[in-house]
């Protein structure tokens, strides 16, 4: 299954926007996902699997597929991931059956909020897939979000925190850099991005080949 899919998406990446969507933990990458799922209603949201607990706030199938480790690595030998990733000692995959679905479900595109190694793997299977990199102002207002969302232990911030150099470090590996300093400043440079891509010709080409064709652009 693992090589149709993402052969599939190699062939069609261009008119169906593969958006990835990254930062280090605490810097507001899910808070912006969540403005982008409100607004692009058209997109789908990629469902990671992960080892990790829910959340007081968190159900399983919305933010997440919750599996132990020994479900996750079964999927991962029977290659039902587009890419997976160990993260602040969990691990947290994309199933290829998520894309598969927002395929045939019409969606025009996917959302991944993954980290920059899901990102890397990504990029090496579909490199026309989108890629933003979501900055926190400073290293201080990271650590002052992660605190303030009250839903890990102190031990969690750490380790969250410790890693947040390497993950930035990584920034090459991204299309656009947004800083989400003010909130809405930041969802309005997400959105340009978003939009822009979106529009590209190569996504767009049936637009005018139905013009041409039909005397009108047939919206979808
Ligand atoms: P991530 O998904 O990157 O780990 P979250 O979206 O969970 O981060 O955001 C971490 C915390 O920071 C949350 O409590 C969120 O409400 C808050 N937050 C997000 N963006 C901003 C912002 N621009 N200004 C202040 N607080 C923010
Ligand atoms: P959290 O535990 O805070 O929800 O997520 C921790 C980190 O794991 C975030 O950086 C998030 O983007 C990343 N993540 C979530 N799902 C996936 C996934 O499917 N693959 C990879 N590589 N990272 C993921």
Known sequence: MANDVLGELRAGAEDFLLLIISSPSGAGKTTLCNRLRKEFGELAFSVSHTTRKPRPNEQDGREYHFVDVSEFRKLAADNAFAEWAEVHGNLYGTSLREIETARRNNATGILFDIDFQGARQIRAKVPEAVAVFVLPPSLEELERRLRGRATDDEPTVQK?????????????????????????????????????????????????????????????
């Open 160 to 220: 969250r925190l410790a890693k947040a150099q390497k993950e930035i470090e990584n920034y090459a590996l991204f299309d656009y850099l947004v800083v989400n300093d003010d909130l809405d400043r930041a969802y309005d440079r997400l959105r340009s991005v978003v939009l822009a891509e979106s529009a590209r010709r190569i996504r767009k080409a049936m637009l005018a080949e139905s013009l041409l064709r039909h005397g009108r652009v047939s919206l979808p």
